[in-house]
């Protein structure tokens, strides 16, 4: 069943996750909110760039205190490959035994605890947190609820500093993106009006049925 969600929710961008279909409401009210959002955190994936490239083993995705995502993202794990990889899923309750994964989901309420942890200076991970100001306590990609749909912000700050290239399609699907580059200052899209501290606010939680947000090839 996981299976078949992840690919019905993958093409239903306008509802939850990233995609190339049109915006389908009744798609999201058909998933619980942690198949949607593991959904999401393969999906992410595709649109993130990893320093030394492809020349690695197991794709590693850790998930800090929140059994259900792991179970979910487990289930995805059997079928699916990211970035031609076979998908290792880590669970637990401290970040002490989580090793170095490329993909951290932080679980909501834990983020705080991001401020005592540092990947290897080596390893680069990509830190998805799930909470009102995850993006401050260190998070790159931090899940909201808006409209009962699941969006998300993204803070280029940090993904800089772990040597993250993020691309611009999942960039304009997000609700709001810090840490806009100097260069990039001025230029933001119609929908993403600029912001006093150069970022760009950007409309797509505010998009409706008819104006669905649209990205590139899934994972």
Request: glycine share 10%; with cysteine; net charge positive.
């Given at each position: 069943?996981?299976?078949?969600?992840?690919?019905?929710?993958?093409?239903a961008a306008g509802v939850c996750v990233l995609g190339a279909g049109a915006c389908a409401p009744a798609v999201a009210a058909e998933y619980s909110e942690e198949v949607v959002k593991a959904a999401y955190l393969f999906r992410l994936a595709s649109y993130?760039?990893?320093?030394?490239?492809?020349?690695?083993?197991?794709?590693?995705?850790?998930?800090?205190?929140?059994?259900?995502?792991?179970?979910?993202?487990?289930?995805?794990?059997?079928?699916?490959?990211?970035?031609?990889?076979?998908?290792?899923?880590?669970?637990?309750?401290?970040?002490?035994?989580?090793?170095?994964?490329?993909?951290?989901?932080?679980?909501?309420?834990?983020?705080?605890?991001?401020?005592?942890?540092?990947?290897?200076?080596?390893?680069?991970?990509?830190?998805?947190?799930?909470?009102?100001?995850?993006?401050?306590?260190?998070?790159?990609?931090?899940?909201?609820?808006?409209?009962?749909?699941?969006?998300?912000?993204?803070?280029?700050?940090?993904?800089?500093?772990?040597?993250?290239?993020?691309?611009?399609?999942?960039?304009?699907?997000?609700?709001?993106?810090?840490?806009?580059?100097?260069?990039?200052?001025?230029?933001?899209?119609?929908?993403?009006?600029?912001?006093?501290?150069?970022?760009?606010?950007?409309?797509?939680?505010?998009?409706?049925?008819?104006?669905?947000?649209?990205?590139?090839?899934?994972?």
């Amino acid at each position: 069943m996981l299976s078949r969600a992840f690919k019905r929710i993958g093409l239903a961008a306008g509802v939850c996750v990233l995609g190339a279909g049109a915006c389908a409401p009744a798609v999201a009210a058909e998933y619980s909110e942690e198949v949607v959002k593991a959904a999401y955190l393969f999906r992410l994936a595709s649109y993130v760039e990893w320093p030394g490239g492809t020349d690695r083993g197991d794709f590693v995705i850790a998930v800090l205190d929140s059994p259900a995502i792991a179970r979910e993202l487990t289930s995805l794990a059997r079928a699916h490959l990211i970035k031609d990889h076979p998908v290792q899923v880590r669970e637990s309750a401290s970040l002490r035994d989580l090793g170095d994964p490329d993909i951290l989901y932080v679980a909501a309420g834990r983020a705080g605890s991001l401020r005592s942890w540092r990947p290897a200076a080596s390893k680069s991970t990509l830190i998805v947190t799930d909470e009102e100001n995850g993006l401050r306590d260190g998070g790159m990609v931090n899940f909201m609820t808006i409209d009962r749909r699941v969006r998300f912000e993204v803070s280029l700050a940090a993904a800089g500093v772990a040597h993250l290239k993020i691309s611009s399609e999942l960039l304009a699907l997000a609700v709001r993106v810090i840490g806009v580059p100097q260069q990039s200052r001025g230029r933001c899209g119609p929908r993403q009006p600029a912001q006093p501290n150069g970022s760009c606010a950007v409309g797509v939680a505010r998009a409706g049925p008819s104006d669905p947000p649209r990205a590139g090839a899934a994972a």
